[in-house]
């Protein structure tokens, strides 16, 4: 391909210069160049210790040379050994996590960062961080309260030992008079990741009936007990619970022998009290930060790391816990255990990874709340225990690390997430659990906002099926994340790109091909168009790390365990019509230091919410009453929305009544409001309070706004929502007083903008966007550079003005197409600006006769290289249409790169008997399916927004003969896709068939609909 290839060799491509490398940690670099805190990061799936670490060091040096700030440093083994045995050669043994071998490659890995500029995240054991390799008999390991029960008739006498006895250390024994009681099925469950039991016994228990009778138990476990005869009911059950160490593994596989904690695997810790955090840092102290490494990890890392809790019980459990309870809720917990472990809420095992496997018995109780109040005390409990076990591990990264500690806080266990958010120092949240939905991120981010918490991160795009990760479905997710509250993003993730036993090309693929991404250079969008996504991403988290948050409203939300699906809670339109952000908050949050009410906001430090929603289904408890009577006393609007809410419920049953009364009473107070369902927005523009960023649409805008203190610029981000749509935002507040200005996040460029208008109502901007396209404007003092702001803007352009530039010696010069719109531009300065004659200006034209060269990327002659990136080869086709490759019968299963090229006449061809004018043009590609770089005459142009592929490409133009080269990726899929049954992943075919999985189809790619050349006339504009 000579043609393509001497174009190549003149764009001087050099996609990315080097990664800022703070002097701090805490340096957020520029917008242009963000440094590597502010930048995305990978997380890096380590197989084992045993794999080549220079490999590892090369490998983290690429991210960075791509745009990445770093990695988060995961272990994998397998997922924790979850998907299978490593062969024989991978010996988990010698190079488990904190052996020798694992020091050499963390070691190496630290060191590609320091040598990079770049910061790194590490999980604090295998797989998701849950454990470390420890004895078996460590008091730090997880434990579980282990239930057994037997049913008696009526008259019946037990006279035995008691079930489950020597299953572990007795906890307690209870009987109890069951009422009445059924079976109940549960639903068949088709997941390789769930597993469902058939069903279990449900039993109605009378409250008064239970009785501690752990006293009566002898020292073998024998029981005498008769039961009177009954009036109602079907008759008694006795419930046994034992305390034992589970002995699950986040790291597990098969091995007979016991010499050192290494052949035990790794062993999930207790994370209901500190005793598990210490054992975490006593494994770090004694088998990591030796030899150097310590001081190495102070020096590039990060943040020390946990995932999500996919660990199993029958009951979240910790020694100690019945001492705890009593001590904080007044009452023994032991007569009530029949209920906690399996009640009338869901159990209190794992919420996700067990929603199926409740336990075999439920025990509901003959009150008004079924017994909820007691399952809430108990909660309340582990929320404490919990946090316990998060400030160890938060004290210990300050004043052994001075680092940071961040996790997954929470979720997927029997809590309220909410509560222990502003806890950690970096929360992390993740697009998968929570299915890109933005209220879901709310109600994580709101407590985080609240605390002060600088940095909210995301496990950004995983999904099902490998290797067909478009970057656009990437963008989507990040847009809604970043509205949700989210500024630091952890993609999920980056491969190492060696050889693995009985691995084929492509190599070592983390969740055996069915979850995304694998990111490396055997994607072709790697050196293609992925570095500019980085960029992009970089840039954005720069904007969101600048001063403050600014949240409009904060919405109260009370609940026993927070659902693992978190679903949307407010669902009516009003406020995301109007323009209005929020977040959620826990009354536990309104605990923190900064939640306090001056000047009508709360959290004046923070997010200033200028209202607190209370909505009709939520649970108030009474000290959130409390906190609400006394934020209205101060100032703040409280709006009870469709009627006043329910009550928690706790086992003080007197509670109930003195929250409802409480409830009653605030309701008729200043500052109070009632409103019906979806009337919040209409309230709030009734006493005089209006959105930061108001808008006017016919699509979905979401926004944040951001206000910096020391530089007086204020940030206002825009994402729309899947469709395209136009319309008006509306900036409120002292902002509307400075200069408005555009940061594109694609290229780094920031321009004034050229048209709005300053209103009574604040200033206001007309905006047209593209489906999941994200518009940053920034509100300063001085414009985009101290060298000052424009004199004069357009209040409002017609639709030809298709662009503009300005500089302080020209003034602005607007772009002018041939669409017939309105003739004039009408200034701030009262004074309107005739438009050329639309007939007179070049119009639209397409571009055809394109010619394809597709580069196959395909595996190499040895399938077990898993160093090649591809077997590469050309085939050339002639296009009339710009089509899919699933549709060109050469290509349906082809992956790689394709070489778009074809030419143009400049300037465009004439009229008959008129000439047409025209100064310069714009490139318009209506739809980017993966990646795209483009070249006019071999010069690289910046990079295109992906969701909005258009740029002006006046100075790469020259007289006659123009040519266009777009180099345009593909996802993997296709071509893996045609192999998949060849392919061996450690000596087993891809999880992806074997677990039963759907396979993905084939996926659109390379090049498609039309592209246009679209010209203008310059129009100057005064600025007297």
Not at 29 to 51: I, K, Q
Not at 399 to 424: G, R
Not at 829 to 858: D, M, R, Y
């Amino acid at each position: 391909m000579p043609k393509i290839t001497l174009l190549l060799l003149l764009q001087a491509v050099a996609v990315l210069g080097s990664v800022s490398s703070a002097s701090s940690k805490s340096s957020l670099g520029t917008f242009e160049n963000p440094s590597a805190a502010s930048r995305p990061r990978f997380r890096y799936w380590l197989p084992d210790a045993g794999v080549d670490a220079e490999t590892v060091a090369t490998n983290i040096k690429d991210s960075g040379a791509h745009g990445a700030g770093g990695v988060e440093f995961v272990p994998f083994y397998n997922y924790g050994g979850e998907s299978g045995d490593p062969p024989p050669q991978a010996d988990w043994v010698t190079n488990g996590f904190g052996t020798p071998a694992f020091r050499d490659v963390f070691r190496a890995a630290l060191q590609a960062h320091k040598d990079s500029g770049l910061l790194m995240d590490f999980a604090l054991g295998p797989n998701q961080g849950q454990g470390v390799p420890a004895s078996s008999d460590d008091q730090g390991l997880q434990w579980d309260l282990v239930p057994y029960s037997e049913g008696l008739a009526a008259n019946e006498t037990f006279n035995e030992r008691i079930p489950g006895w020597g299953s572990g250390e007795l906890v307690a024994v209870v009987s109890a008079h069951v009422l009445s009681q059924a079976n109940v099925s549960l639903p068949e469950v088709n997941s390789p990741f769930l597993t469902a039991q058939d069903g279990y016994l449900s039993v109605v228990i009378d409250e008064d009936s239970l009785t501690d009778i752990t006293d009566q138990v002898s020292e073998n476990g024998h029981l005498s007990l008769s039961f009177p005869a009954l009036t109602e009911g079907v008759g008694y059950r006795i419930f046994a619970y034992y305390q034992k160490r589970t002995l699950n593994r986040n790291l597990e596989f098969t091995n007979n022998s016991t010499a050192t904690i290494w052949d035990n695997g790794s062993y999930v810790v207790d994370h209901y009290s500190a005793r598990g955090a210490l054992t975490v840092i006593d494994f770090w102290k004694n088998h990591i930060l030796v030899d150097g490494i310590k001081e190495l990890l102070m020096e590039v890392g990060n943040c020390g790391w946990e995932d999500s809790m996919e660990i199993k019980s029958n009951t979240s459990w910790t020694p100690g816990l019945l001492e705890k309870f009593e001590q904080k809720q007044g009452y023994s917990l032991k007569r009530y255990l029949p209920v906690v472990n399996f009640g009338v809420l869901w159990p209190d095992n794992n919420v996700n990874i067990q929603q199926f496997q409740p336990g075999a018995v439920q025990s509901i109780l003959n009150t008004l709340d079924s017994g909820a109040g007691y399952i809430n005390d108990f909660r309340s409990v582990l929320e404490d225990g919990y946090r316990e076990y998060l400030q160890t591990l938060v004290d210990w990264a300050h004043n052994e690390l001075h680092l940071k500690h961040s996790a997954q806080v929470s979720y997927n266990l029997p809590m309220d997430m909410e509560v222990n958010i502003p806890f950690v120092d970096v929360p992390e949240c993740e697009s998968l659990q929570f299915g890109d939905n933005v209220d879901g991120y709310r109600q994580f981010s709101g407590p985080a906002l609240l605390a002060g918490k600088k940095v909210i991160s995301n496990e950004m795009g995983a999904t099902l099926g490998a290797y067909g990760y478009a970057l656009p479905t990437l963008l989507f997710s990040v847009g809604r994340a970043v509205v949700g509250g989210v500024n630091q993003l952890v993609l999920h993730g980056q491969s190492y790109t060696g050889d693995y036993p009985e691995t084929t090309w492509p190599g070592y693929t983390a969740f055996s091909y069915s979850t995304t991404e694998l990111y490396s250079n055997k994607q072709p969008s790697w050196d293609h168009g992925f570095s500019d996504v980085l960029n992009f991403l970089a840039k954005v988290q720069w904007t969101q790390r600048q001063g403050t948050p600014r949240v409009d409203v904060a919405i109260y939300n009370k609940v026993s365990a927070t659902n693992s699906a978190f679903p949307s809670i407010y669902q009516s339109d009003d406020l995301v019509n109007e323009g209005w952000s929020w977040a959620y908050l826990s009354p536990h949050n309104f605990e923190l230091r900064e939640a306090t009410v001056k000047n009508g906001v709360l959290g004046p430090d923070g997010p200033r919410f200028k209202a607190l929603v209370v909505t009709r289904d939520s649970n108030m408890t009474l000290a959130g009453v409390q906190y609400l009577k006394a934020y209205a006393a101060s100032g703040l609007p409280i709006v009870f929305s469709g009627g006043l809410p329910g009550v928690y419920a706790a086992a003080n049953g007197s509670e109930t009544a003195t929250v409802k009364a409480r409830l009653t009473q605030l309701s008729t107070s200043a500052n109070v409001y009632t409103v019906r369902k979806g009337g919040i927005a209409e309230k709030l523009a009734s006493i005089g309070l209006s959105p930061r960023i108001k808008v006017q649409t016919d699509g979905k805008w979401l926004t944040t706004w951001r206000e910096d203190s020391s530089s007086g610029i204020d940030y206002a981000l825009v994402f729309c929502d899947t469709n395209t749509s136009s319309g008006y935002i509306t900036v409120t507040g002292p902002a509307k007083n400075k200069v408005p200005y555009y940061m594109n996040a694609w290229t780094g460029d920031q321009e004034p903008v050229f048209a709005y208008n300053v209103t009574d109502s604040g200033l206001v901007l007309p905006v047209s966007l593209k489906g999941n396209q994200t518009l940053i404007i920034a509100f300063s003092p001085h414009g985009p550079n101290k060298s000052g702001a424009p004199k004069v803007h357009a209040v409002e352009a017609p639709l030809s003005v298709i662009g503009s530039t300005f500089d302080q010696r020209r003034g602005w010069v607007a772009h002018v197409t041939s669409q017939i719109t309105e003739a004039r531009i009408h200034l701030s300065n009262g004074k309107s600006v005739e438009l050329p004659q639309s007939e007179n200006i070049a119009g639209v034209f397409n571009l055809t006769k394109w010619n394809l060269i597709a580069e196959h990327w395909e595996a190499p002659k040895d399938f077990y290289d898993a160093n090649t990136i591809a077997r590469k080869y050309n085939t050339t086709h002639e296009l009339s249409t710009l089509v899919s490759w699933s549709t060109i019968p050469t290509l349906t299963n082809t992956s790689g790169l394709g070489y778009y090229s074809t030419s143009f006449q400049w300037p465009p061809a004439q009229r008959a008997g008129k000439g047409r004018l025209a100064d310069g043009a714009y490139i318009v590609f209506p739809s980017i399916l993966h990646a795209i770089q483009v070249s006019i005459n071999g010069h690289r142009i910046p990079p295109l927004d992906y969701t909005d592929a258009r740029a002006d490409i006046s100075q790469y133009l020259k007289k006659g003969k123009n040519e266009v080269l777009a180099v345009v990726p593909t996802t993997m899929w296709n071509y893996i896709r045609s192999i998949l049954s060849t392919i061996r992943d450690q000596g087993h075919l891809p999880g992806l068939l074997t677990l039963g999985l759907s396979v993905p189809g084939i996926l659109e790619n390379g090049l498609v609909e039309e592209v246009s050349i679209i010209p203008y006339v310059n129009l100057p504009i005064s600025q007297n």
